[in-house]
């Protein structure tokens, strides 16, 4: 058996070729983890201004993350949507029901 653990910001084609190559020699059991999305958004928030984006308006910032229920930051994608995230968790890994 081999663990995973998923973090919110996992979802790429890598990261789903290697999920196929895995699953051919391993019984996956997944652990998900999310964490609390105002803490999520300052860790997020802190994370860009390290990497030294600017933001000039942080309603704005926060506007799109509601609209869209992510951000994406090359190669990541930060999933505030959790509903959308555990429906693209069952499509990468192949899951017809969570139990």
């Known amino acids: 058996m081999?663990?995973?653990l998923y973090s919110q910001?996992?979802?790429s084609n890598q990261f789903n070729k290697f999920i196929i190559n895995i699953k051919k020699n391993h019984n996956i059991?997944?652990?998900w983890t999310i964490r609390e999305q105002f803490s999520y958004s300052l860790s997020l928030l802190s994370m860009l201004?390290?990497?030294g984006a600017y933001l000039k308006n942080f309603d704005l910032f926060i506007d799109s993350i509601l609209k869209k229920g992510k951000f994406n930051f090359k190669p990541y994608?930060?999933?505030f949507d959790y509903y959308?995230?555990?429906k693209n968790i069952c499509k990468a890994f192949k899951i017809s029901q969570w139990k």
């Open 84 to 86: 959308e995230q555990y």
């Open 49 to 51: 201004l390290n990497k």
């Open 77 to 79: 994608t930060f999933w």
């Open 2 to 4: 081999a663990a995973i």
């Open 9 to 11: 910001e996992v979802i």
């Open 29 to 31: 059991k997944i652990v």
